[in-house]
């Protein structure tokens, strides 16, 4: 699986958008780009998902380069409630049934400001 | 729908004991996976199950060993602890083709003295 870079931190004003970026310079044309996001002392949480296309729902956006080799997530207007960390994480389709874990680096902290 | 439980919430264990987390799946989910999550570090993968099998294991000692029961609760046992075991232990449940979109549970903080 393709390795991740993202900055460590990040601060975003509240209302304002938050564009989060990973870098997955090595992906595969088969791998996927996966985004979670840990609020403080909870599990972490499935955001959204892509292959090539941008992606839209009503968490975030995903915006992904023609190469593939970078992607940034949007929340279009940050609230407090989503200062958290959040994991870019790229991963092949498992042909194997049940055998979809999720390798997690050290992600980017988002500080919302009021 | 109820998301995947886990417990105990919160434990205090003593070096060299055995400790044993629960979870269970969001029904209708057949895929059960364990993560390690230390302080200031990204969750680490342990093991997976789908319908009773391992599907899959990270690069833990065998003091880690887990099973899953006929209705896709599952079980992580730890041997001998060490006070490095010291950690949220996060359960996720996925219905297990496909997708990567995993749920987690509020996960079970350990706490070796």
């Known amino acids: 699986d393709a390795k991740t870079t993202q900055p460590p931190s990040m601060d975003c004003a509240e209302g304002r958008a938050a564009n989060l970026p990973c870098n997955h310079s090595?992906?595969?044309?088969?791998?996927?780009v996966y985004w979670y996001r840990q609020i403080h002392s909870q599990g972490p949480q499935y955001i959204i998902h892509?292959?090539?296309n941008n992606e839209t729902n009503e968490m975030a956006s995903l915006i992904i380069t023609e190469d593939r080799k970078s992607s940034t997530l949007i929340l279009p207007h940050a609230t407090l409630r989503d200062t958290a960390v959040y994991y870019c994480i790229v991963r092949v389709p498992s042909l194997l049934p049940g055998a979809n874990n999720l390798f997690f680096g050290t992600g980017t902290r988002l500080t919302v400001i009021p | 729908d109820a998301g995947v439980t886990q417990s105990p919430t919160h434990l205090i264990k003593t070096r060299g004991q055995h400790v044993t987390l629960r979870c269970s799946p969001i029904s209708g989910h057949k895929s059960v996976s364990w993560y390690q999550q230390v302080l200031g570090q990204g969750p680490q993968f342990i093991f997976q199950?789908?319908?009773?099998?391992?599907?899959g294991r990270g690069n833990f000692p065998d003091r880690f060993s887990a099973r899953q029961f006929p209705n896709y609760s599952s079980e992580l046992n730890v041997n001998a602890l060490l006070l490095g075991d010291s950690a949220l232990y996060l359960c996720a449940s996925s219905p297990g083709t496909g997708t990567y979109e995993q749920y987690f549970g509020p996960g079970t903080r350990l706490t070796v003295t």
């Open positions: 199950y789908y319908e009773k099998e391992e599907r």
């Open positions: 090595t992906i595969s044309g088969n791998e996927y």
């Open positions: 892509g292959l090539k």
